[in-house]
T-cell receptor, first 114, second 114 residues
Framework: AQSVAQPEDQVNVAEGNPLTVKCTYSVSGNPYLFWYVQYPNRGLQFLLKYITGDNLVKGSYGFEAEFNKSQTSFHLKKPSALVSDSALYFCAGISSGSARQLTFGSGTQLTVLP | KAGVTQTPRYLIKTRGQQVTLSCSPI?????VSWYQQTPGQGLQFLFEYFSETQRNKGNFPGRFSGRQFSNSRSEMNVSTLELGDSALYLC?????????????FGEGSRLTVL
């Protein structure tokens, strides 16, 4: 079975400060990992993905994520948060093996305070 | 290029009724997935279709069904509605059937069951 965990329901950060949204995974084989963002009353938007290669992945809107195999983590980061980054963030993962279903974490509500 | 279009955006039904939701994927995308989003359960995978064939199915009762047409448009149907079916139903499309591609989500159909 595969699972993705987001240990924090809520993250608050001041504008201009760095932000981190945490994600850990339990996926057999080599994982494919994704981050999506959801604004109020909207669908999810793709931010970035890790498939293979460089452990540091850069994505949209200045976000990046670091794949850490030993810690089974894929934390989302941004050096300087904007108020407009406030949204619900989802980590998702899938095994490169036989499992075909993308599993989402429970989501983390990020609030950037002005 | 037009995004994923879901109709209707909002609907209210009563227990025991049935509902059909529609999803038009991005032009050229042949894979369509459906997700149920609720505050308590987060994002739950319903099913995925590729080239009119159901490729994968989540852990939902048989009241939930779907299909895909030759033009890649998809519909999902929920019969004998229950209060717990109230949710945001999200459709997502992807160009190919590979698991490394990002999903493009519609804005969802918000179903309220009274």
């Amino acid at each position: 079975a595969q699972s993705v965990a987001q240990p924090e329901d809520q993250v608050n950060v001041a504008e201009g400060n760095p932000l981190t949204v945490k994600c850990t995974y339990s996926v057999s084989g080599n994982p494919y990992l994704f981050w999506y963002v959801q604004y109020p009353n909207r669908g999810l938007q793709f931010l970035l993905k890790y498939i293979t290669g460089d452990n540091l992945v850069k994505g949209s809107y200045g976000f990046e994520a670091e794949f850490n195999k030993s810690q089974t983590s894929f934390h989302l980061k941004k050096p300087s948060a904007l108020v407009s980054d406030s949204a619900l963030y989802f980590c998702a993962g899938i095994s490169s093996g036989s499992a075909r279903q993308l599993t989402f974490g429970s989501g983390t509500q990020l609030t950037v305070l002005p | 290029k037009a995004g994923v279009t879901q109709t209707p955006r909002y609907l209210i039904k009563t227990r025991g009724q049935q509902v059909t939701l529609s999803c038009s994927p991005i032009s050229g995308h042949r894979s369509v997935s459906w997700y149920q989003q609720t505050p308590g359960q987060g994002l739950q995978f319903l099913f995925e279709y590729f080239s009119e064939t159901q490729r994968n199915k989540g852990n939902f009762p048989g009241r939930f069904s779907g299909r895909q047409f030759s033009n890649s448009r998809s519909e999902m149907n929920v019969s004998t509605l229950e209060l717990g079916d109230s949710a945001l139903y999200l459709c997502a499309s992807r160009k190919g059937q590979g698991d490394t591609g990002e999903l493009f989500f519609g804005e969802g159909s918000r179903l309220t069951v009274l």
